[in-house]
């Protein structure tokens, strides 16, 4: 994802979606909902909240997301934001 940083200001405001699904659930399985997993957000390996939209510093930035459910098994996705500006 490329962005151009906030007029002004050294960083960007950015949203994405994120959305995943766990095959070992049989569909419509009643008690399984988003509280169930456990979700891990880091921007350049630090751990952050996982509210969205975020403030992204100018240059290239590694977002990873990791999904883990109820049954310890997990997964990753990742993807990078590149904000382009200057100070």
């Known amino acids: 994802m490329e962005v151009n940083n906030d007029p002004g200001k050294s960083v960007a405001t950015v949203s994405w979606s994120v959305s995943w699904t766990d095959n ?10 988003v509280d169930s997993f456990s979700v891990v957000m880091t921007i350049n390996d630090k751990n ?15 977002v990873k997301y ?12 990742s993807f990078t934001v590149a904000v382009e500006g200057e100070c």
């Open 24 to 33: 070992s659930l049989i569909a419509d399985e009643p008690g399984i909902t």
């Open 48 to 62: 952050v909240d996982t509210s969205l939209p975020k403030l992204i510093g100018i240059g290239t930035n590694s």
């Open 66 to 77: 990791i999904i883990t459910d109820a049954a310890g098994n997990s997964g990753s996705c």
